[in-house]
């Protein structure tokens, strides 16, 4: 069966450490893998996209990996601030005209 | 001037009432969704239309009866309401789905509709 999973459901970081998320996937072939940031009370915002042949992808302090042969997607937070405290969720677009398909999340605190 | 906007916010309500909740977005978007985020967070999706057709149906009750009068709007409306439909629907919208193959599919989410169901 198909099946997207985010590492942990919870992770706390000392604020300054960089912080890693986890996404492996089973069963799918994504074209694209997605990560966004949830906040209580709001609805998910995206963050980065990378493509089934890009290795890597950078935006300011977050950097996110893609690895089809482990079918897995690191999501990475460098000199992370209490202000990163989110649920951060990866999401897959198979190939052809799908939705996206979202994980569970993984809820980040970024302690002071 | 926001992009995806749902209301009402929060709905408090009794078991076997009919609901609606309504989504418009001004992004100019094709495509529309409905996800359902349920209490242990997980986000499912329940439709989605493009440009006011009906392209996905991921086996939800016919309960559920989603209506897109034109491509900015996609409201959803249930019928007889039970406590498992409790949970926070989240209307989204999206670039074509059906595009060419080098066009991903980004979403712009709404913040989200909490239906209590007593």
């Known amino acids: 069966s198909q099946k997207i999973e985010q590492n942990s459901e919870a992770l706390n970081i000392q604020e300054g450490k960089t912080a890693t998320l986890t996404c492996n996937y089973t069963?799918?072939?994504?074209?694209?893998l997605q990560w966004y940031r949830q906040d209580p009370g709001r609805g998910p915002v995206f963050l980065l996209l990378i493509r089934e042949n890009e290795k890597e992808k950078r935006k300011e302090r977050l950097k996110v990996t893609f690895d089809t042969t482990l079918k897995q997607s690191l999501f990475h937070i460098t000199a992370s601030q209490p202000a990163d405290s989110a649920t951060y969720l990866c999401a897959l677009e198979n190939s052809g005209n799908t939705p996206l398909v979202f994980g569970k999340g993984t809820r980040l605190s970024v302690i002071a | 001037d926001t992009a995806v906007s749902q209301t009402p916010k929060y709905l408090v309500t009794q078991m076997g009432n009919d609901k609606s909740i309504k989504c418009e977005q001004n992004?100019?978007?094709?495509?529309m969704y409905w996800y359902k985020q349920d209490s242990k967070k997980f986000l499912k999706i329940m439709f989605s239309y493009n440009n006011k057709e009906l392209i996905i149906n991921e086996t939800v009750p016919n309960r559920f009866s989603p209506k897109s009068p034109d491509k900015a709007h996609l409201n959803l409306h249930i019928n007889s309401l039970e406590l498992g439909d409790s949970a926070v629907y989240f209307c989204?919208?999206?670039?074509?789905?059906?595009?060419?193959?080098?066009?991903?599919?980004?979403?712009?989410f709404g913040a989200g509709s909490r239906l209590t169901v007593l």
């Open positions: 069963n799918y072939s994504p074209a694209y």
């Open positions: 992004l100019g978007h094709d495509t």
């Open positions: 989204a919208s999206s670039l074509p789905l059906i595009r060419p193959s080098s066009g991903a599919n980004v979403l712009t």
